[in-house]
């Protein structure tokens, strides 16, 4: 039996939400969404509130037997908030594609319109799945996200309008150095680099700050050039640059040297025009398993699909739906008459607690 689609089934927030979300998941994905995006959850609010419980170092006191309870503070937690990060951008339909879906007898025309939207929904939304990427590169990366007054990422303060600071502190950033020495004191395209005895430190100032214990470590895919010239990794493997090579297969290493390394070179269109890579070739991102030190939240939006006016204000707060996440949606304007595709999205990556994350800058 032939499937014709009405006007209202096109227009439904809730159909193209799920559109959008099945169709550009198709044209776009990232290893760093894909992982650190494993526990997201949905809140509503434009700031993000929550509380950490740091890692306990006191001991408790001891006691003679028989003698009264000392008395004890009681522990806290340390409350922490962020605003969510918000895109929200619109693009014009072409009229043919409202002509085709408005031809209520004819299903090959119609099954045309819906696919013009689909098209263009992969083409726009793919550059909001772009920006949730390189938003959650710049957190890991720097710690901070920079942006211009036209919304643009930056790669530096310089210009920016507005940043937001994740807390990271500057002693989990460039050499390590805020330890009473410097961690990451040979650059490692220096084949002579102690690159597992820097790893190794960072481990072990990780446990005396009774931090999770780092786990994973990003680097981008050149770093493995360094890696395989590496006197300490070639002596680890018990071979040669080749054997390192080896061990270093794909774009995911599981338990090498008690480290999982990811390897990933994509880039981005930043300002000017100008190609930026996710993860810096100077730079690792070091962070451990995914757990509550990373909070990831899918902010909320509330839209409504349905024009014109309602008899009573209960009718139109029905009209309106509350998504999370990505959220797309499709509305009939006139004066010109045409469609317009109107898509965005809210989220968060946050750190619950900032000393588990850890981006040094390693060659330089």
């Known amino acids: 039996m032939a499937t014709f689609y009405t006007l209202e089934d096109v227009l439904h927030p809730q159909v193209v939400t ?64 962020v605003f969510l990060l918000h895109a929200f951008n619109e693009i014009s339909l072409s009229m043919d594609a409202l002509q085709m879906i408005r031809r209520p007898d004819d299903q090959t025309t119609q099954e045309k319109g819906q696919e013009e939207i689909v098209r263009q929904m992969e083409d726009f939304g793919a550059r909001h799945h772009i920006f949730r990427a390189v938003c959650l590169a ?3 990366a720097d710690g901070v996200i920079h942006f211009s007054a036209d919304g643009q990422v930056l790669e530096s303060p310089t210009g920016a309008a507005y940043s937001v600071d994740f807390g990271v502190p500057d002693s989990h950033k460039g050499q390590l150095d805020g330890f009473g020495s410097t961690l990451i004191n040979t650059a490692w395209d220096d084949p002579t680099a102690k690159i597992l005895d820097h790893l190794d430190s960072i481990r072990i100032r990780a446990e005396e700050e009774n931090a999770e214990e780092p786990r994973h470590i990003w680097l981008h895919h050149s770093a493995k050039r360094w890696l395989r010239q590496n006197v300490q990794m070639q002596d680890f493997v018990a071979g040669t640059s080749e054997a390192v090579d080896r061990a270093l297969r794909g774009t995911m290493i599981e338990d090498l040297a008690g480290w999982t390394w990811h390897f990933f070179s994509g880039t981005y ?96």
Do not use: C
């Open 18 to 81: 799920e559109l959008y979300r099945t169709e550009t998941q198709k044209v776009f994905s990232h290893p760093l969404i894909d992982y650190y995006g494993q526990q997201s959850r949905n809140y509503t609010g434009d700031r993000f509130e929550f509380a950490y419980r740091e890692a306990m170092k006191q001991p408790a006191p001891a006691n003679v037997r028989g003698q009264s309870a000392r008395v004890l503070q009681p522990t806290g937690s340390s409350p922490r908030r």
């Open 138 to 140: 710049k957190t890991l």
């Open 269 to 364: 269109q930043g300002v000017a025009g100008l190609q930026f890579p996710y993860i810096p070739r100077t730079r690792a991102i070091i962070t451990p398993d995914i757990g509550p030190w990373l909070r990831a939240v899918n902010g909320s939006e509330l839209i409504t699909g349905v024009e014109g006016i309602r008899p009573t204000v209960d009718g139109a707060l029905q009209d309106v739906s509350e998504v999370f996440g990505d959220f797309a949606y499709v509305k009939l304007l006139d004066n010109p008459t045409k469609l317009v595709l109107r898509m965005g999205t809210n989220f968060v990556y946050a750190f619950a607690n900032p000393l588990a994350v850890w981006m040094p800058t390693v060659d330089f």
